[in-house]
């Protein structure tokens, strides 16, 4: 199990450029998560899918930002234009199923930095 | 409305001292609790969940977490620290929907 996939691991960008973070989440695994954290605002979901289909997009802060999952085995989160604001780190997660008792496997995060 | 609230920013015990991390949660229904450890530059890692049944939930890394109903407490614990456990832990409820809330999080330093 190779676990969750994300990549880059880093990513600096100037202000206005298009970003774009990538996920594979661990093969079978029926709901994704975007997770962002940073130290003032700690860790927000920012949108999540049950079988490719978005289920809350509630989290996301602004139309700059968005994300789709074309097939199980790969989702993306764009934003565009960034701003210095978005600076933080952004975590995929996926789990097995809807079921509550499901705990979340996480990737390792993109740490992005908007210049 | 579903939270969890850890009500300390950091937790410093010797090794091999017993250790507490704090967890309070206000759910509506029965709670699904859980615990993740997040070491620098890494995801969050599970280390446990309580569901139903027993309050003692025993999970990775000799880590155990105790569910008190009165006190709507889910405190992780483990009877002997290692220089290891230091990181950064989160408590987390999910909703019916699936969606996990987490507090703000607990630095632990042990100390050798």
């Known amino acids: 199990d190779a676990g969750v996939i994300q990549s880059p691991r880093h990513e600096v960008t100037e202000m206005g450029q298009e970003v774009t973070l990538r996920c594979k989440p661990i093969?079978?695994?029926?709901?994704l998560f975007w997770y962002r954290q940073t130290m003032m605002r700690g860790l927000e979901l920012l949108i999540y899918?049950?079988?490719?289909?978005?289920?809350?997009d509630s989290g996301m802060p602004e139309d700059r930002f968005s994300a789709k999952m074309p097939n199980a085995s790969f989702s993306t989160l764009k934003i565009q234009p960034s701003e210095p604001r978005d600076s933080a780190v952004y975590f995929c997660?996926?789990?097995?199923?809807?079921?509550?008792?499901?705990?979340?496997?996480f990737g390792n995060g993109t740490r992005l930095t908007v210049t | 409305a579903q939270s969890v609230a850890q009500p300390e920013d950091q937790v410093n015990v010797a090794e091999g001292n017993p250790l507490t991390v704090k967890c309070t949660y206000s759910?509506?229904?029965?709670?699904?609790l859980f615990w993740y450890v997040q070491y620098p530059n890494r995801g969050l890692q599970f280390l446990l969940k309580?569901?139903?049944?027993?309050?003692l939930v025993k999970g990775s890394y000799g880590f155990e977490a105790e569910f008190n109903k009165s006190q709507t407490s889910f405190h992780l614990k483990k009877p002997s620290a290692l220089v290891s456990d230091s990181a950064l832990y989160f408590c987390?409820?999910?909703?019916?929907?699936?969606?996990?809330?987490f507090g703000d999080g607990t630095t632990l330093t042990v100390k050798p």
């Open positions: 997660a996926s789990s097995e199923s809807r079921f509550r008792g499901s705990p979340l496997h």
């Open positions: 093969s079978g695994h029926n709901s």
């Open positions: 899918f049950n079988n490719n289909v978005p289920i809350d």
């Open positions: 759910v509506s229904g029965n709670p699904y």
């Open positions: 309580y569901i139903t049944g027993d309050n």
């Open positions: 987390a409820g999910n909703t019916n929907a699936g969606k996990s809330t």
